[in-house]
DNA sequence: TTGTAAGCGTTATCAT
DNA sequence: ATGATAACGCTTACAA
């Protein structure tokens, strides 16, 4: 019992392989020939190959999204957005996973090269001269959500994260904040470098010195954890109950955490709750991506939305008007920041 | 510049396109043949295409996984271990995914039929006749992560939620709880249906009733937030005042509520807060999937580990066999449950 | 060891 | 309107 190609359909149907191409195609035919093909099609149970049909044609109606991490929630977001985007034009949206690495990037955009899709979507957390290379060689469109050199004439659509930065920091001091410290991501991705410069110039323009800065190793919860005490450091509940008791402007110890992710920030609040100390009212804790997570977390995160679900919408556009005219000149489209205040800060 | 095919090379390399064939698959040739295939490969950027390749072999070394929501932390856990064994085993996953609905589903495994993948794993909510048979006329295997009728013939492998909600009820009531409530997702669903009757079961077993029952629309946290009220009910924070002011055993007031998945349970634990309650000092609570959004609530989450990871795992080494012999009997596996206890619960 | 040629299952271009 | 047939880019007998 193999499986019944066009062939089979149309011997069954007593008509041409062209004919029954035709009436799947909804392409002018008799009435009587539709039926006869739409009846032999029914009784085989046929589905048309999609690859010996891709091949011919010359498209999969297929797009391809690669995000580094499933388990991060910022993706999620986008990913929605980008399949509303993609499904309303006709395409199929795959999504697919790489590791945190350049060098499985780069093999996925070789390896898509000739593949089974008609564009790509990506998100890589680190660039390099062999992945720009390698987008620039690829036979599909390759969009870049997130930053990559200008020269590289690549479309892409990215955040503002020190925009994204101010806001936080705007917020904080307003709220009375002044010894504000960072949890960062690896500061060798792109968007580890780019919140730590964020960072750093967002507390030049209040004229304030950050009260400790950490690194992660990964965007991740865990990393999150691990990283937190080495910010907070001698902020135990034991000193909290010296400080209430003695005065209200300790010099050097944080009063507010920004992280650069959300999963670091619930990170750092699981870590302050373990410390014995209060969120918002010992440390105010300010996320980023407002993924869903922030509105998760206890209590409810404020949270710098970098506008995921606006770039996928946008990185999705951008790909489907190149995959129409691929002569068109690559797009450089950076979306605004907000802030969603929310309990975790007062 | 159009893109160069197997025939370009050949030609640049002054071969025939069957030896370039050959080095590229590393089959025997000589050490010259090799050198100067390379080389054309290398200076014309060419990149086989796969379509054209699969449809030749029949094989395209694809795998998808469909999932119902890509915000379901659950669906993280699985897809960690699904992709680890089909990457093991020279796949690459993909994934995609389907609404709430059976429709969807039975769209896709009928248009995944003769797509580019060689296997397709999938995790419905819904079950229904159209689908157990799209399912079986399907061209390439399917293996189902749930439950689908036995008689089905098809490879399954589920979880056993009755099980796991004794677990959760065995571990409150040794804990002193008495009045349990339940949030269920839609019950018109299978994991839906199977943790309804798993609760009365659980409660019979421990000659207890039901502090109370309610169904979210769905299996999300906006569901559970939503669904909760109607839970909590009478459960302010003003009766908690006048219940700890004169007795604490009020009658049908749930000191414990299990929710079925996590997603559920976070949404009930924001609910108790806004109503001043406290976890788990008054309602105790606990979610089911043991996700990564388990360990990141805050408290951390007492869930059911329903096995996912195991469940991803066995189902992915079922699609590879299956794919390896189609021929072979349908297994049904079940994965028992543990307990995950963090600190929602006593 | 290498080359020639026949498909894989479609669609599209021609005649008819 | 329909039918024969040549591609699409690749692998694999089979021949040389």
Redesign the pocket.
Known sequence: M?????????RAA????????????G????????ERVQRAVDELG????A???S????RTFQLTLAVADVGNPVYVTMMRAVEEVVSAAGYRLVVTTTGPDVVDEVALVRGMA?GYADGLLISPLRVDEDLVKSIRECEVPVVVAGNVPAKAGVDTVRANSPKGMLLAVDHLVAKGRRRIAFLNGPADTVPGAARAKGFAEALRAHDLRPAAVAEADDFTFAAGRAAAPALLNSLTSEEVRVRVATSSDVRGRPDAVIAANDLLAVGVMHELAAAGLEVPADVAVVGMDDSELAEQSFPPLTSVNLGSAERGRRAAELLLARIEDNERAPRRIVVQPSLSIRRSTP
Do not use: F, H
Not at 2 to 9: D, E, F
Not at 14 to 25: F, T
Not at 46 to 49: E, F, N, Q, S, T
Not at 55 to 58: A, E, T
């Open positions: 193999s499986r019944p190609t066009i062939a089979g359909v149309a007593g008509v041409s392989v062209a004919s029954v191409s035709r009436v799947l195609n392409l002018p035919a008799t009435e009587e020939m539709v046929y589905v048309p190959d690859r010996a049909r091949l011919k044609v010359g000739r």
